[in-house]
């Protein structure tokens, strides 16, 4: 390879390699915060152009730019592009041979090289951080900088093996980038990595071109029919599904409906998996149908849509993965089929992730009785491993062996000509309960992943704009609504539609009602006294008996939105939660209400109030709810699936009203009004009120109370909790039966 030459100015570089004659917002602060020799941490979404923030830097100075990169065909992907432009750069991972690894070592000594791209797993190797020591390294790029926190979607263990390294080489600069990051993934990425003084920059999280769709599909015929809507309209997408089986599945419906699909997922071979991601990319096929092992660098400018056929395990899975979509500018569409039942997968996921201690420590021992007394070895598969454990869950053997493996209590290779890989116990004499596992590392972990689908769950119910919901999420509490996705244009809601005066003082009314039900805490925030009911009553000023017996009645604020319906006022409460203007605190079966820091300036009027007004179609009756009037007179099933954990718990309800009462329990309500609402599960008086047999006066006394349940159960509102699945014993045989064959 000939000699580089090093051109210092970055906008020489940037014309010369690669045609541009300027950066984007955001890569330009980051180019220049990496030639001042900062240390960077930088989100930006995907399709910002995070690869170009580190690459140029790395060609205006001498010595190579060590890149971290989770995946070798995206290592390959990378360097092929650079290398094109007449970029020396090169790769280092376990596909290649140790001769290979070593000459490309001696070309990084050289000064050969201006960028290399490292698998994380080498920085563990002795031999590779010994050769390191001799080469002018300039700068370190970790790349998915969420792969080292372990509250980031992709956690993996590798990555904390880089704070160390990097301390090692010397302390050389260091730029993390990453496109999903909350701020508490941001604090572990600087914590892991040790950086001093570093410049954090975020750029926007929305997205303007792409349009976020929720669409509710009770089987899989609705989400077929749907899915043939999606392509018929857009032609180039991905569809992403949760199992192998799935994507197989999906394959061949569409494949029978005449459409030009791939299929990628990781139970097929490395030959298979690059003869698709190739279709697609060279644009032979305008569809592929994927787990979630595909996307990752793909860069392929015009998809137009983003399709998830189950729902995904997390918030920044799932925006990560819809990001993919409209990477040329253009109007794209993100569409999530959701359907309740879908989580059963998802439970099963963190099930097998999650292996416990227990099965731990017997994995162990069975390694270790069984190992060969000479080399310690076990030549098991991972099916056999299963067998003998009699495990029902085959991912939780697989996790048990990471795990074993990162305690140093065994460790696998690959055996030239084989398939299984060889398991070696390091010390046999060493017993299970001597291995120094983590416990109270694991059930965080395991805490944690339920957090992240609890949190996945509540954006699937979420009744406020999806782009700003989102932005929430992720720390960026002043998004605006963005008008473009099914909530905005249902509600007639305008991108950035901001409140008029009007509007905004009922807020603040709101807000101070809540602020002086609450009480103020000595760091200036508040912490909540009452439920969101009595609130919603003070504001509206009832004289219930109940309520006049608080101290509620005697608040300046009482009866301040008494023009106001008490469901109109838990409209608002609702926009007001999904805007992040209040938050709620206290046990499960008793949430209380109170302000954000963000609701405390809007209140105090030192900020904007920017939410998804819920008034805007006032006076006018949804198509859904007309249907709703008409079906609740006939078929209950029509209502939609039947909830009987709901049901019962509507039941207990209702009997307990009637005991105090002293009445039968079919005055409050009858039966078949409770499975009415099990079945629509309503989220306001309103939209209950379609159900036969509730009229005014029975919802005025009883209905809140049955609400509140509906919420607790279903996170269709404010006190959103998240309540574990409960299988029968055939669908449980049933999933796993089906889960346990394409899953390793």
């Not at 975020?202 to 392509?231: M, P, Q």
């Not at 925030?525 to 017996?549: D, H, P, V, Y």
């Not at 047999?693 to 029975?698: N, S």
Request: aromatic share 8%; net charge neutral.
């Amino acid at each position: 390879m000939s000699e580089f030459k090093v051109i210092r100015s970055p906008m020489e570089a940037l014309k010369k390699y690669f045609g541009f004659s300027g950066l984007r917002e955001g890569q330009d602060q980051v180019v220049a915060s990496i030639m001042e020799g900062r240390n960077v941490l930088v989100v930006m979404p995907t399709g910002g152009g995070k690869s170009l923030c580190y690459q140029l830097p790395s060609l205006c100075r001498d010595g190579v730019c060590l890149v971290v990169s989770p995946l070798i065909a995206l290592m390959k992907d990378q360097v092929d592009a650079l290398v094109a432009r007449g970029i020396p750069a090169t790769m280092i991972n376990s596909s290649l041979s140790f001769p290979e690894q070593k000459e490309r070592l001696e070309g990084m000594k050289r000064g050969a090289f201006k960028l290399v791209y490292v698998a994380p797993e080498r920085f563990g190797h002795e031999g590779f951080m010994h050769a390191l020591a001799e080469v002018d390294v300039n700068m370190v790029a970790v790349d998915e900088a969420h792969c080292l926190s372990q509250w980031g979607h992709d956690f993996r263990p590798d990555y904390l093996k880089l704070g160390k390294a990097v301390e090692m080489m010397g302390r050389p600069q260091v730029a993390a980038l990453t496109a999903t990051a909350t701020p508490r993934v941001r604090e572990d990425i600087l914590k892991h990595l040790g950086l001093d003084d570093p410049v954090t920059i975020v750029r926007g999280f929305a997205r303007e071109n792409l349009h976020f769709r929720i669409t509710a599909c009770d089987t899989h015929k609705d989400k077929y029919k749907r899915l043939y809507e999606l392509v018929k309209r857009y032609k180039t997408g991905i569809i992403y599904c949760s199992t192998r089986k799935k994507v197989e599945q999906v394959y061949e419906a569409l494949s029978d409906f005449g459409l030009s699909v791939t299929a990628y997922h990781a139970g097929m071979t490395d030959e298979q998996r690059e003869e698709a991601q190739n279709a697609f990319m060279n644009r032979h096929a305008d569809i592929v149908i994927a787990t979630n092992a595909f996307g990752m660098g793909i860069d392929r400018a015009d998809v137009r849509f983003v399709a998830h056929f189950e729902i995904p395990g997390s918030v920044e899975a799932y925006y990560q993965e819809a990001g993919r979509a409209g990477r040329d500018g253009e109007e794209a569409y993100c569409e999530l089929l959701f359907n309740h039942a879908d989580l059963r997968t998802q439970e099963f996921f963190i099930e097998g992730v999650n292996p416990g201690i227990p099965l731990i420590v017997e994995l162990y021992e069975l390694l270790r009785k069984h190992c060969s007394a000479e080399t310690h070895d076990v030549m098991w598969s991972l099916e056999e491993m299963v067998e003998r454990l009699k495990c029902r869950n085959a991912m939780q053997v697989g996790a048990a062996l990471s795990v074993l493996i990162r305690n140093g209590a065994i460790s696998r290779h690959d055996v030239p000509g084989q398939r299984v890989k060889l398991t070696r116990v390091t010390d046999p004499s060493v017993s299970g309960l001597k291995i120094p596992l983590d416990e109270d590392a694991l059930r965080e972990k395991e805490v944690r992943d339920r957090e992240k689908l609890k949190a996945m769950t509540e954006f699937a119910y979420s009744s406020g704009c999806r782009q700003q919901w989102i932005l929430n999420y992720f720390g960026e509490e002043d998004g605006a609504p963005c008008g473009r996705c099914d909530q905005c244009l249902a509600l007639g809601v305008e991108e950035g539609q901001s409140l008029g005066e009007e509007e905004t003082l009922v807020v603040r009314q709101a807000l101070s009602g809540i602020a002086r039900a609450s009480v103020r805490l000595a760091d200036g925030s508040w912490q909540g006294r009452w439920g969101r009911t009595k609130i919603i009553q003070m504001l509206k000023g009832a004289k219930t008996q109940e309520l006049l017996r608080t101290s509620l009645v005697r608040l300046s604020t009482y009866g301040i939105l008494s023009r106001w319906s008490e469901d109109d006022i838990r409209q608002l409460f609702r926009a007001m939660q999904m805007a992040g203007l209040t938050r709620m605190s206290g046990e499960a079966d008793r949430p209380l209400i109170t302000l954000s820091p963000k609701g405390n300036e809007v209140m105090m009027g030192r900020k904007k109030a920017s939410l998804v007004w819920p008034f805007a179609r006032r006076g006018k009756i949804s198509v859904s709810m007309e249907q709703a009037r008409v079906r609740s007179t006939g078929n209950l099933a029509a209502l939609g699936e039947f909830d009987e954990d709901l049901f019962l718990k509507l039941k207990e309800l209702r009997n307990e009203l009637a005991r105090e009462a002293g009445i039968p329990a079919y005055a409050v309500f009858h039966n078949s009004t409770l499975e009415g609402l099990a079945r629509l599960k309503p989220t306001t008086r309103r939209g209950a009120m379609n159900v036969h047999g509730i009229g005014e006066q029975k919802a005025a006394r009883y209905l809140d109370d049955f609400l509140e349940v509906i919420a607790a159960l279903w996170g269709v509102n404010l006190s959103f909790r998240f309540t574990p699945i409960r299988w029968t014993p055939s669908q449980e045989r049933g999933v796993h039966a089906e889960l346990r064959n394409y899953f390793s």
